[in-house]
């Protein structure tokens, strides 16, 4: 019989639709996928002939376990720089972001404990805390177009709060915290004594808004566990290359779980991530150019619909729109799938409040979006979608 933590949490729904999706494109169904969670570009060039030149080194064998000290240096820097947040490679552990995300909670927290997380929120932080055997405590966004706000936060605070996860810019909604508001819950985590997770895994991919870390708050520091990744911004969802970025007392402890887990990251994986950090920016800023396109194209598309409704976020690669039918989001999803082949991913897997939601990711092509939505139109399925209410 399997442990009883393992009844606290289900398979993950985006993993299962992706399974979903690539089993019918085997058969040669012709899918529009807007289901992913990961650019639809190739890793830039400069950074896959790093990793060439990593294995023509040799750079094949195990690793230091929180990571190649020029590496640890290179992330060190660049929170320093571009976020403005008091660290050096000491504080730093290289993994998968999701993997940072799991040692943390499995680092911090225990039954008993609860965590404040956004409604709606990236599915895998749920799954994260309750392995643990703390309680997931949602905050629902919705009345304040998903952001994370003080207010609604002090209201969810009890004296078990332990953590609160903030996600910015959001998946699945694409929101970004301004500085006040992220003040404002600066101000709560000290007067309440409670530890953050910044997941800042978009950062980058970010169109009108301003990325601030909450962790560049000098006394947010020591109180504040921040994780990032190349998978997102630099087409690297397949390398798992990541990394936390934590006050020393926490690293240690998450550093033990990493020696008696994974152990460490290939090391030609992170000669290639110091590239990604120091070399040129441009195919970055090229794709975040791309996206915002894609972004245009569909929020105006899925509001022509005339059965969505939804704003156009601020930054990542997703569109989180009401939907109105009778059907349940899942039912919903399913019709999708089986009446027009066009993949979203339901609302109610990224939070309790959002059975009326889906999300559209837009990390398919101008194309793709154009056949997709055309797909899904009102007029040939008018028995099923309807009009706003
Ligand atoms: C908000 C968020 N955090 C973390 C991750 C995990 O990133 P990685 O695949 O680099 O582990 C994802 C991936 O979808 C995500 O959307």
New binding site residues.
Partial sequence: MHAKRMNWIDPSPTVGIANKVAELKAKGEDIVSFSV??PDFDTPKHIVDAAKEGLDKGMTHYAPSNGIPEFREAIAEKHLLDNNIPCDAKHVIVA????T?FMTCLAMLEEGDEVLIQDPA?V?YEACVAITGASPIFVDTREHDFHFKPEAIAEAVTPKTKMLIL?TPS?PTGIVMSKQELRGIADLAQDHDFYILA?E??EKIIYDGIHHSIASFPELFERTIT?N?L??AYAM?GW?I?WLVAPLDIQKQVAKIQQHSITCIPPFAQHAGIRALTGPVGPVNDMVEEFRARRDLMTKLLNELDTFEVEKPEGAFYLFPKFNSDKSDFDFVEYLLEETRVVVTPGSAFGPSCDKYVRFSYAASRERIKEGIERISVENHEDVLKPPV
């Fill in positions: 969670g990961e998968p972001c999701k993997h995300i990236w895998s996600n998946n997941d895994i978009y994780v990744g998978s997102k969802t798992r990541g």
